[in-house]
């Protein structure tokens, strides 16, 4: 819609500025609910990489080694690697390396009271930085969602914009920031009054179910391994959150388990 501000000659993208934007938002949220909890900070901080290599950097390689080369022969294509801007989102891809990061993660957490807490700092912290993410992919134009003509569609306010093949779109990254935040909200009321954790776990699969919603019935993109039943169109994006749903739906299961 708006894919790129101009500062002295430079273009700055938004998606990469949004990807920018979240990290620093989730490193300031992680370090105040950190703080609340007397966790450990800087332990956390030093595992991040773990997160930045498997969700950013080593899909994003796999990308470039499977359509450039295996290994950048210029100055272009290390900042094309690197670069958030040309980062390829594909959500089976950031949900799969998402899974591997959090179990590489948590099995370095042996008391499961401290997994419980570190479980609720990043619930809140993700949660609550991904809604500008959200705000500026809908600037961006990474993805391409389908033209509508209803009110609540809006229209590229830069020329040079992708949307601009099909006018008028469906804001759905703006719908999604809201209900992340209301969910959020929700889930805060709800632990006040129970007083229980892992709250999370239903929100993250919610999250999952309206994201492959939005995907399958608002989003313009290439489909892969497609099965088709009625009208209705599954391929490897909805696989693979069925996948992440049974994963966490037996993590749940197993801590019942283990505290009876």
Known sequence: MFPYITIRWTKIFMTGFGIVIWFITFLFIAYYLIKKYHQDFWKFFYRLPIFTILIYLIW???????????????????????????????????????????????KKIKRNENKKIWIDILFYSIWLSIIPIWIFLLLGDNFIWKSCQDLICIKPLNIESELNKFNWVFPVWLFISIGAFISVLITRILMKKKQKFWLWTTWFIILIILTNI???????????????????????????????????????????????
């Open 214 to 260: 939005i995907i399958m019935m608002f989003q313009n993109y290439p489909r892969y391994w497609t099965i088709s039943i009625q009208w209705i169109i599954f391929d490897i994006k909805q696989y693979v959150s069925f996948i992440a749903i049974m994963i966490l739906i037996y993590s749940q299961h197993k801590r019942k388990r283990d505290q009876i």
């Open 60 to 106: 994003n390689y796999i990308d470039f080694a499977l359509t450039i080369s295996i290994l950048p022969r210029n100055i272009n294509e290390f900042l094309t690697l690197i670069s958030p801007y040309w980062y390829k989102f594909h959500f089976a891809w950031i949900l799969i390396w998402s899974i591997i990061a959090f179990k590489i993660f948590f």
